[in-house]
């Protein structure tokens, strides 16, 4: 079992729709999670980060942990096809090295259409 | 301030060349990762840099070997490409002292083995 499961899709939904993107884990050691949106042919860029179960909004995304589940969700609200790009989530623990090393899911590509 | 920049953007070699991808990144970070990313396996870690002077295995290092030139560059080299090789490189940076620092990834390398 990968240490982080992420759906890959593709997942289509028209404009306006509510988005759900999910991921699971198995290493209790992630301590901090985040959600990269990584347009075609572009590095990912960071849109949201958590590290305490609970949610967090920012605008129309909203970030969801179970830290007793073992599940984080982020939520897009009023979707946008300036939103059609692949979200990748993320994990960080303390290496071996002092340092906190990210694992990433595979990503899902979603598209919106208008 | 050109944030995590990489060259070249594409390059196609034959099985047994060799080649360098470049890394430099001007935010004064303390570590550096190079990743690989290919259709349905996401994000993997290749080799990443914690500090000036120090290197240390990800996942995927068979193949590669780095340098952390400086605190600002960190080279990936290929010594012989093999075809399994063809993927589009990502390097990235953070402080990464704390669990709530971010990476900063470049725009990537197209790399295709022939």
């Known amino acids: 079992q990968k240490e982080v499961e992420q759906d890959p899709g593709p997942l289509s939904v028209p404009e306006g729709a509510i988005v759900s993107l999910n991921c699971t884990y198995s290493?209790?050691?992630?301590?901090?999670f985040m959600w990269y949106r990584q347009y075609s042919r572009k590095g990912p860029e960071l849109l949201m980060y958590?590290?305490?179960?609970g949610n967090k909004e920012d605008g129309r995304f909203t970030a969801q942990v179970d830290k007793s589940s073992k599940y984080i969700s982020l939520f897009i609200r009023d979707s946008q096809p300036s939103d059609s790009a692949t979200y990748l989530c993320?994990?960080?623990?303390?290496?071996?090295?002092?340092?906190?090393?990210?694992?990433f899911g595979k990503g899902t590509k979603l598209s919106v259409i208008p | 301030n050109a944030g995590v920049t990489q060259t070249p953007k594409f390059q196609v070699l034959k099985t047994g060349q060799s080649m360098t991808l470049q890394c430099a990144q001007d935010?004064?970070?303390?570590?550096m990762y190079w990743y690989r990313q290919d259709p349905g396996m996401g994000l993997r870690l290749i080799y990443y840099?914690?500090?000036?002077?120090?290197?240390d295995k990800g996942e995927v290092p068979n193949g590669y070997n780095v340098s952390r030139l400086n605190k600002r560059e960190f080279s990936l080299r290929l010594e012989s490409a093999a075809p399994s090789q063809t993927s589009v490189y990502f390097c990235?940076?953070?402080?990464?002292?704390?669990?709530?620092?971010?990476?900063?990834f470049g725009p990537g390398t197209r790399l295709t083995v022939l």
């Open positions: 935010m004064n970070h303390n570590s």
């Open positions: 990235a940076s953070s402080e990464a002292r704390h669990r709530t620092d971010t990476q900063y």
């Open positions: 290493n209790s050691a992630f301590q901090y």
């Open positions: 840099s914690a500090s000036e002077g120090t290197t």
């Open positions: 958590t590290y305490s179960s």
């Open positions: 993320a994990m960080s623990a303390l290496s071996g090295a002092g340092s906190y090393q990210l694992t």
